[in-house]
């Protein structure tokens, strides 16, 4: 059974890529660009290996037009 910290991850990473598409960006490396982060780094984001930092995530909301509360379970 997952604890609830993957659970929370789970949702996190798949809402964060349900917005980047839904934003009109097709690849993680794009977003990444758009960003000023590295296409691994997004990626292990998307992954759920590890989350962003509060600056880069209040960037991802507003790149992506979503309220932070979205991307919670």
């Given amino acids: 059974m997952k604890?609830?910290?993957s659970q929370h991850r789970s949702v996190f990473s798949e809402r964060l890529?349900?917005?980047r598409t839904e934003a009109g960006f097709y690849s993680q490396q794009?977003?990444?660009i758009e960003l000023g982060v590295?296409?691994?780094?997004y990626r292990r984001w998307e992954a759920g290996v590890c989350?962003?930092?509060l600056d880069r995530f209040?960037?991802?909301?507003?790149?992506?037009?979503k309220d932070p509360f979205w991307f919670l379970p």
């Fill in 38 to 41: 590295s296409g691994e780094t």
């Fill in 30 to 32: 794009r977003m990444a």
């Fill in 58 to 65: 209040l960037t991802i909301c507003q790149i992506t037009k």
């Fill in 51 to 53: 989350k962003p930092q």
């Fill in 17 to 19: 890529k349900r917005a």
């Fill in 3 to 5: 604890n609830n910290r």
